[in-house]
């Protein structure tokens, strides 16, 4: 009983002991196992620590380089654009230096052209001084030969008065024929020296209606030349000298009260069926202007030159009236020619037109016409008075 009983007993000691071995084996594998498994996962952990680790290292690596590649191209930029910065100023100060020199270049240009057209000017002046002066003298030449003519004129009219008063108890047909005579020799004396045939017309016309009141018919011949004499002179174009002076005297007298303003410039106004594409080139025109710098730029119109132009216009109109009262031809016709350029030269500013056409009209003036000789209206009253006196006288002494 005790053996059989101490048999299972045993054998239960041994199932347990065995089954404690498997179960303690099986607990260390577990244990094994379970420090393999937090082995292999600390070895995973770290590696994944490692990696992110490393990752994180390339990273700040990278934004590193980012940051130190966009710190060196904000550097790059701002250099360049430094650098850009002051080429462009260097261009600037090379371009003020180049337009300084310029201008300097231009306004010594521009002095010297003014001092030397203000030199002109002074020597223009001084010649049409000169030339005032010689026709001032002439002037008086011809004031005196005037003076000399109207005294010969005054002792003709005395010599005529003696003569007739001499001839009177002649006959009473006798006076008509000294007026005549005296009218003739007036006319002679006018055209002589004034060169006005009107009046040497108004003359011969008047001692013409002295002899047509005589009833003889030897005057008849007389009466015919007279005709004659008057036809000629009717036949050549003379001058107005007076009616010419007066004339420029009153253009010189506008010109004296001018008053002028620069003008602005117009822009001129586009047409309503022009094309856009040409509206807008002439607008363009109108806003930009392109000058050659290799022409002298023409300054616009000043206060100063205006005044200029007057005076040089009134020395030219002065001129012109000297020359028509001289008589000298070529003088006329030259300075008239220079006060026409002058006075048009402002035809854009003032308004001249009417002083230009009255300068056209002056410019076809005779100044020395040939005259025809109407001597032989005299000589043959002279030679009728002469016959009728010895008439008179012969019958006298009968």
């Known amino acids: 009983m005790n053996e059989s009983d101490k048999q299972p007993s045993t054998e239960k000691s041994v199932e347990t002991a065995a089954t404690e071995q498997v179960t303690d084996s099986n607990a260390a594998l577990q244990s094994e196992q379970d420090?393999?498994?937090?082995?292999?996962?600390?070895?995973?952990?770290?590696?994944?620590?490692?990696?992110?680790?490393?990752?994180?290292?390339?990273?700040?690596?990278?934004?590193d380089s980012d940051s130190s590649v966009a710190k060196t191209s904000k550097l790059r930029i701002f250099v360049t654009k430094k650098a850009l910065a002051l080429y462009v100023i260097c261009i600037a100060i090379a371009a003020i230096a180049y337009a300084g020199y310029w201008l300097k270049d231009f306004?010594?240009?521009?002095?010297?052209?003014?001092?030397?057209?203000?030199?002109l000017l002074v020597e223009q002046i001084e010649q049409q001084r000169e030339r005032i002066e010689v026709l001032e003298n002439k002037l008086d030449q011809s004031q005196q030969g005037w003076?000399?003519?109207?005294?010969?004129?005054?002792?003709?009219?005395?010599?005529?008065?003696?003569?007739?008063?001499?001839?009177?108890?002649n006959g009473e047909n006798q006076w008509p024929l000294e007026e005549a005579l005296t009218l003739t020799r007036l006319a002679q004396q006018r055209?002589?020296?004034?060169?006005?045939?009107?009046?040497?017309?108004?003359?011969?016309?008047?001692?013409?209606?002295?002899?047509?009141?005589?009833?003889?018919?030897?005057?008849?011949?007389?009466?015919r030349q007279l005709a004659a004499d008057i036809?000629?002179?009717?036949?050549?174009?003379?001058?107005?000298?007076?009616?010419?002076?007066?004339?420029?005297?009153?253009?010189?007298?506008?010109i004296r009260q001018l008053e002028w303003l620069p003008k602005p410039a117009q822009q001129q106004a586009l047409a309503d069926d022009v094309a856009p594409s040409e509206g807008f080139l002439q607008s363009l025109q109108q806003i930009v202007v392109v000058r050659r710098l290799d022409v002298p730029m023409q300054a616009a119109p000043l206060q100063t030159t205006f005044e200029q132009w007057r005076q040089q216009t009134l020395l030219r109109i002065e001129q012109t009236q000297l020359a028509l009262l001289a008589r000298n031809q070529p003088l006329y016709d030259s300075a008239l020619q220079q006060s026409q350029s002058l006075i048009s030269q402002m035809q854009s500013q003032v308004s001249v037109d009417a002083y230009l056409a009255q300068l056209t009209e002056l410019s076809g003036a005779e100044l020395n016409p040939s005259w025809p000789d109407i001597s032989a209206s005299t000589e043959l009253i002279e030679q009728y008075i002469s016959e009728y006196q010895t008439t008179e006288l012969s019958e006298g002494d009968e």
């Open 231 to 254: 036809l000629a002179l009717n036949n050549v174009e003379s001058a107005d000298i007076n009616g010419h002076y007066f004339a420029l005297e009153a253009i010189a007298d506008q």
């Open 147 to 169: 003076q000399q003519a109207s005294d010969e004129l005054e002792e003709l009219v005395v010599e005529s008065a003696q003569r007739l008063n001499q001839y009177t108890s």
């Open 107 to 119: 306004a010594s240009d521009y002095v010297e052209q003014y001092k030397a057209r203000q030199a």
């Open 35 to 63: 420090d393999s498994a937090d082995r292999s996962n600390r070895a995973t952990k770290s590696a994944a620590a490692k990696r992110a680790a490393r990752a994180k290292k390339r990273k700040k690596a990278k934004a």
């Open 191 to 223: 055209l002589q020296l004034d060169s006005s045939a009107t009046m040497a017309v108004r003359l011969l016309k008047s001692a013409d209606s002295v002899l047509a009141g005589q009833d003889q018919a030897a005057v008849l011949p007389l009466r």
